[in-house]
């Protein structure tokens, strides 16, 4: 589990084919400390477990699942990936829950610098809606942010200077892809929601009411 606060942007720095997958390399400094084989790192709000340390560097292998739901299918040598170690409980939660998993693949489809702070507008998968709510929260790339404003499939997200500057944010233009993940205790109450509505039963008032709400 993780906290969506980017600890550092490191450096891919090699790319081997393994079977059904690839194994990366990737530079780093800040997440190497106390780190070893098995621990959980998230590049770009992946989860990836590591399987070896070099000096400034560790190797993660990503397959299957992995590389068809998120972006790393397309990563290349010298890209810059947002990096996070997994929380402690003894962390500060200073982003909100983030596990890693990621829900789908979102397109920036336009950036606007607005005085410091940049506004990002992502196209997200229409799987992906009923998560999201005007000031939820949403990982980008593996970065905790908060939703501005919903509109249909669209999402708006407003980016302070520090953020951009020290996560892979500040290499993104529109077109570019990114690894969405939606707040996991939304999907929780979906569930529960689900588990207890009559499959001909619609939401309304009367049906919310008798839950107790």
Known sequence: MF???IEE???????RPIAGGKKLK????????NSK?????????VCLTVTEIDKNAFWADT???TLNKTTLKNITVNANVNLERALRLSDRLGGHLVLGHVNGIGTITNITKL???YDLEIDVPSHLDKYLIDEGSITIDGISLTIAKVNYNKINISVIPHTWQKTVLMTKQTGSTVNLETD???KYIEKLISANKPEDQKFSAE???KLGY
């Open 3 to 5: 906290t969506g606060l």
């Open 9 to 15: 942007v490191g450096k891919v720095v090699s790319i």
């Open 26 to 33: 990737i530079s780093a400094n800040t997440v190497l400390e």
């Open 37 to 45: 084989v098995d621990d959980s790192i998230a590049v770009n709000g």
């Open 63 to 65: 397959v299957g699942e």
């Open 115 to 117: 005085g410091d702070n």
């Open 184 to 186: 996991v205790l939304a």
């Open 207 to 209: 049906w919310f009411n």
